[in-house]
Nanobody, 125 residues
Framework: QVQLVESGGGWVQVGGSLRLSCAAS????????MGWFRQAPGADREFVAT????????YYADSVKGRFTISRDNAKNTVYLQMNSLKPEDTAVYYC??????????????????WGQGTQVTVSS
């Protein structure tokens, strides 16, 4: 079992930065691939980024590539999403998610077993 709690969301102006954190509880975090997803009002949940359980492989949605960075600190049971050069279209509720043990990173939400409650990010022009 993995329980996830996101933090770090808020309001920011266009071009600004935010760092989201996702604190995990449970003994399997260090062996779990992690992902970030987001959902804007009226839209489907969409993939943002994923990182494998070792932290060596990362993948990003084209819309955030070059602006967002996913990372993890297994000693702190935490995964991060550094978001730079934010745009109004980045406004959404951001969710972190965990896969089962030793699974690779994935971009389909259906491949994740555990989800946090989400944190709101609002980018204002």
């Amino acid at each position: 079992q993995v329980q996830l709690v996101e933090s770090g969301g808020g309001w920011v102006q266009v071009g600004g930065s935010l760092r989201l954190s996702c604190a995990a509880s449970g003994r399997t975090f260090s062996r779990s691939a992690m992902g970030w997803f987001r959902q804007a009002p009226g839209a489907d949940r969409e993939f943002v980024a994923t990182i494998d359980w070792r932290g060596g492989r990362t993948y990003y949605a084209d819309s955030v590539k070059g602006r967002f960075t996913i990372s993890r600190d297994n000693a702190k049971n935490t995964v991060y999403l550094q978001m730079n050069s934010l745009k109004p279209e980045d406004t959404a509720v951001y969710y972190c998610a965990a896969r089962g043990e030793y699974a690779s990173g994935a971009y389909r939400s259906s491949e994740y077993d555990y989800w946090g409650q989400g944190t709101q990010v609002t980018v204002s022009s």
